[in-house]
């Protein structure tokens, strides 16, 4: 019974000196001046990889991405009559939400597809177009982009003409009117530049080389210098053995 006691006396007493130690300890940090260093001595694989991703957005611009043609047309939000009242701006200003959802309804899409023999459905061709209401306005935009300069001009014309009369048979007001058609001057080209391509790419290539760079270097626990001895281990370094080099090696 006395040794059991004595050794829980012991096992009470011992001190809790490894988890200490661990809540002691430095945090791991980062140095950014050797990072600099590191990148900076490997200059010529950060090129190498920024010509290389550069080069292959270059070939995927050239080879892959088609042209993209833009066209747009406006219709205004009007009311005939000589007199327009704070209520009818407000009613026309709640009614644009509604062209908004009948420019672009199936009915509408169908009768555009039908009158320019178009080889796709309304979904597809509802991916094409785009319809907005400026802030503050009673103006609706609306903008088709296709692969062709005639083909995103001939549909937005077509789509304007189709939308005014259903709205006017939808909503039974005044027809909206047009402000402007779509002219083959006005179609916008909206193709990326390969000069962003260029700096994608390159971009992309310089971010994983350096990114591989900075990992290999925080992975890299191996002590190669005096300095290293101090950093990772906090020990000083007592002394050195110089390496010298021999004549026959210096020739």
């Known amino acids: 019974m006395e040794q059991d006691k004595k050794t829980i006396e012991i096992k009470q007493s011992a001190p809790l000196a490894p ?10 940090e980062i140095d950014l001046v050797e990072i ?3 990148l900076l001595y ?14 292959l957005m270059g070939v995927y611009h050239l080879n892959l991405v088609k042209p993209q043609y833009t066209a747009s047309t406006e219709m205004y939000i009007t009311n005939t009559d000589s007199v327009i009242s704070l209520s009818d701006l407000q ?5 644009a939400n509604d062209y908004l959802n009948i420019i672009k309804s199936r009915p509408v899409l169908n009768k555009v597809i039908s009158d320019l023999g178009l080889n796709v459905n309304y979904r597809k061709l509802g991916e094409l177009i785009s319809v907005s209401n400026p802030t503050g306005t009673h103006i609706i935009r609306t ?7 005639a083909l995103s001009r ?5 789509l304007l003409v189709v939308s005014i009369d259903q709205i006017y048979q939808v909503v039974g007001a005044n027809q909206p009117s047009v402000i402007d058609y779509s002219a083959a001057e006005s179609v916008r080209d909206v193709t ?20 591989f760079l900075i990992i290999r270097m925080l992975m890299d626990v191996t002590i190669k210098t005096e300095d290293d001895v101090e950093k990772y281990l906090q020990l000083p ?15």
């Open 19 to 28: 988890r200490a130690q661990q809540n002691n300890e430095p945090a791991a």
């Open 36 to 38: 600099f260093f590191v």
């Open 42 to 55: 490997h200059w010529k694989m950060l090129l190498l990889f920024t010509l290389i991703g550069a080069t």
């Open 91 to 95: 009613l026309s200003s709640n009614l």
């Open 143 to 149: 903008q088709v982009t296709a692969g062709d300069l």
């Open 154 to 158: 001939d549909i937005a014309n077509d």
């Open 192 to 211: 990326p530049s390969i000069v962003r391509s260029f700096a994608i790419g390159a971009a992309v290539g310089f971010i994983i080389a350096a990114g």
């Open 237 to 251: 370094v007592l002394s050195a053995v110089p390496y010298y080099i021999e004549d026959n090696e210096r020739s």
